[in-house]
């Protein structure tokens, strides 16, 4: 066994934390906060708040290509380029390079990644709903995969927890569809989104047309205050890093907090590809890493091991931890490592014109939209498929005029705000299919890791959903009284998406069909807690990150607890 040079006293801690994003700071924070010494290790570099958001206040003028695709970014970021995602220069570079870190594709996957400090939590949609009771049941009912071993009530505390920290923006609304949230003071719908909500509401029973509920601060507390964070500016260029730690972030919120402790010890550049296990107790006792930029292998030492490294990569070290009692991958008895990979599907909808309200416009860039809750499925309305949707979108105006020209009038027109708009689009669950899943190839990257190769799609059950995901936004915003109609249904997007990859390491209640118990300890390693998308059972239609925040809390207690005991 290779030990480092160092000796292994100086790498062991209480807890290693493995990876840096939405999950992972919370199991830090948390984990620090109750007394353990935690190693939080990142496979890419350090990204510091603030100082490192370097294009946070630059101008479209600033850049160098004014977003537009040069031929190097198309070929080195090809997965990011097809989504839209990361082709922008104003925060390419926190997005990884495609060719630098490959996979491969039996069938399409949009694997959107950030190897960096605080990972995706810079530049998540920050879109925070609560699951409610029938999504963790839903699974049982229907006989859809396996069922969820815990329930909304074993949450509902949690939820509390986190968002009173995070920070979530929102409005009371008592939906048994939409629980809600511990709210910062909600952001205001515009003129045209507020009478496009009457008409809805009006003409269509039980649904509702609600400002979305977004990690923002609007009336910081002052545990808020006391970590640096400000109130939202309203700048809208929040995936560049925001400088007033308004949006909950790893490197806002979380992570200062767990650096507050002094039980911190921050490790980048190192690629953790596998735990190591003692055969005689059938617990992991450390990580084996390889520096991203020396190749130098290093092992970390620890009594417990959260894996928050991401859905995919999470299982990918998983099935990289083989021994006698794991052949075939860490907690993989049921051949479900890897497999029922969920995303939300999206890119489908519809617009409209307003008419009216050419006097009016909004104040600043709001970084949020609508939503309008699911209604497919919910009560007692019935349809042929599964599940349900809701929408996002909102209203704005566009330019004067989108004709080419030149001269005084043409560059009148354009400083002129043109018609008003309103937009929604749809977010639908996706089932667990077996099926849908990634295994390892032979192949090698450049550090001599394994390639992934991906084969998921969306199944019958979805195309269904999203016919009525068109239909339902026309239907929708033309009794709200918007003009010219116009639908969309990108049938070219694929699994990834959405970011949201989901289910690779699912919780269950038997370790024959499922790889995490109901407190996210995997099947027979108890001291191994995996608490990041990868350890979803369904998807439910609404984005799952303070789903994420919420089980890390909850397991990160659990295990500390456990750990007093001498049980782990």
Not at 82 to 110: Q, S
Not at 128 to 139: G, L, V
Not at 482 to 498: Q, V, Y
């Amino acid at each position: 066994m290779y030990i480092n040079s160092n000796g292994k006293d100086e790498v062991t801690y209480d807890a290693i934390v493995v990876g840096s994003g939405v999950s992972g700071g919370w199991a830090a924070k948390e984990l620090t906060e109750k007394g353990l010494k935690v190693a939080m290790i990142d496979r890419g570099r350090d990204v510091k708040h603030v100082v490192d958001y370097t294009t946070a206040n630059s101008d479209p003028w600033d850049f160098k290509t004014r977003g537009r695709l040069d031929l190097k970014t198309m070929e080195e970021y090809w997965a990011g380029v097809r989504t839209g995602y990361t082709a922008n220069e104003e925060h390419r570079h926190l997005f990884e390079n495609d060719k630098e870190n490959p996979y491969d594709e039996t069938r399409r996957f949009d694997w959107i990644r950030a190897y960096h400090t605080g990972g995706r939590s810079l530049l998540w949609g920050r879109q925070s709903y609560r699951w409610n009771e029938k999504d963790f049941t839903a699974n049982g009912e229907e006989g859809v995969g396996v069922d969820w071993p815990i329930r909304y009530k074993d949450l509902e505390p949690w939820y509390t927890y986190v968002e009173k920290f995070a920070g979530i923006s929102g409005s009371k609304e008592n939906l048994s569809v939409l629980p809600d949230s511990s709210f910062q003071p909600a952001m205001e719908l515009n003129c045209v989104e507020k009478e496009v909500k009457k008409g809805i509401e009006s003409k269509f029973a039980g649904r509702k047309m609600i400002i979305g509920r977004v990690a923002h601060l609007t009336n910081p507390t002052e545990e808020h205050k006391a970590l640096g964070r400000g109130s939202c500016q309203f700048r809208n260029r929040c995936m560049r890093g925001c400088p007033y730690g308004a949006y909950f972030s790893t490197q806002s919120a979380t992570l200062p907090a767990a650096q507050k402790t002094g039980n911190l010890t921050l490790i980048n550049d190192k690629i953790v590809y596998s735990l190591i296990m003692d055969d005689k107790t059938g617990k992991a006792i450390g990580v084996r890493s390889k520096d991203q930029n020396t190749m130098e292998e290093a092992e970390y030492y620890a009594k417990i091991i959260f894996l928050n490294a991401g859905s995919i990569n999470s299982s990918w070290i998983m099935m990289q931890t083989k021994n006698s009692a794991n052949p075939n991958g860490l907690g993989n008895e049921s051949d479900q490592l890897g497999r029922n990979i969920m995303d939300h599907h999206l890119g489908a909808g519809a617009s409209g014109k307003w008419e009216g309200f050419e006097d009016m416009y909004y104040y600043g860039r709001r970084p949020n939209g609508i939503y309008i809750p699911r209604f497919a499925n919910w009560g007692s309305d019935k349809r042929d498929y599964l599940r349900g949707f809701g929408y996002q979108g909102g209203a704005s105006r566009g330019r004067g005029t989108d004709d080419l020209g030149f001269g005084a009038d043409f560059k009148a027109k354009h400083s002129m705000p043109g018609q008003w708009g309103m937009n929604i689009g749809g977010f639908g669950e996706c089932l667990p299919y077996e099926t849908n899943r990634f295994t390892l190839t032979d192949k090698k990257d450049k550090w001599g890791l394994p390639i992934i190769n991906f084969d998921a799609a969306w199944g019958d059950n979805e195309w269904k959903m999203r016919e009525d995901m068109v239909s339902e936004a026309a239907n929708m915003l033309e009794s709200a009284g918007c003009k010219d109609i116009n639908t969309f249904n990108d049938k070219e997007k694929s699994p990834g998406i959405g970011i949201h990859e989901m289910g690779t390491a699912r919780m269950g209640r038997d370790q024959k069909t499922s790889v995490l118990n109901g407190n996210n300890q995997v099947w027979g390693a108890t001291n191994v807690f995996v608490t990041d998308g990868a350890c979803m059972t369904s998807a439910s239609c609404v984005n799952p990150s303070l789903t994420y925040m919420a089980l890390t809390a909850r397991a990160a207690n659990f295990a500390v607890e456990e750990l007093k005991k001498q049980n782990l």
